[in-house]
């Protein structure tokens, strides 16, 4: 397992697009570069027309067309391949679907629904860790700190998560330079991390965060997706209102892809 890399390269391999939106933005957010198919045919495609290896292939059982355990065959006897690893993202959690997984050869079995650090915690194992530095943390520790606020004034307040689609081409401290002129002074703006800002607002529920997002997205270049999380309605405690401000991100990308089919 390689270690400081400078990229890591996964393939999703999955018919749901809720889950393969899911997954890539689970570890693009990790620092991983990630493509994705929603079938075996697909997958194989890309394998072929790809000039290096993927680093590490992770597959549904239930494919349309061919399985996962077929396409994992396939893919094993393909030169270089052999000793790439593979891992198995199932619902299926009974004995014969994981010996069938590891007989074809992958050496990962992740059971749907999954939680999200479990999924980083896998694929670091299997290809190492590129993640760079986020600000999660510091996050954290202002929402604690704005919970005990809207407790003592029995108010709310709302997290609003912010996502750049691709690789933003300027710095995102300047974005967030931007998007503050167009804050209250009590209004708290956070660079997450490459493509990812989040805002905290104090004393604004969800209509209010919404003209928020109105009145900032003509300061965002390219196009941002976002999720918003109200307290105490949608988490009594930061990891809460993060992870429901998540899933509304991914939610909105899952939306949005699917509009644009």
Known sequence: MEEGKSSKNILIVDDSTLVRLMVKNILKAEGYDVDSA????EAMLKVKDRKELFDLVIVDVNLPNQNGFEFIKKLKSKAGYKNIPVMILSGDATAPSITQAIEVGA?????????E??????????????KEEDHYPELKEVLKKEINRAKRSNVNFSLVLAQYEGKIRVEISKVAEQVKNKLRDIDIIFEI?????ALVLPITVANGAKIVIKKIKDKLPGKWYFGISIYPDNGKNEEELINFAKE???KEISNSKQADK
């Open 117 to 130: 650090d479990e999924l980083v915690k896998r694929v670091v194992k299997l290809i190492g860790c590129i």
């Open 107 to 115: 050496i990962e079995y992740l059971i749907k629904p999954f939680k």
């Open 248 to 250: 509304g991100l991914m």
């Open 38 to 41: 929603s079938t075996a045919e």
């Open 193 to 197: 991390d490459k493509n990812t800002l």
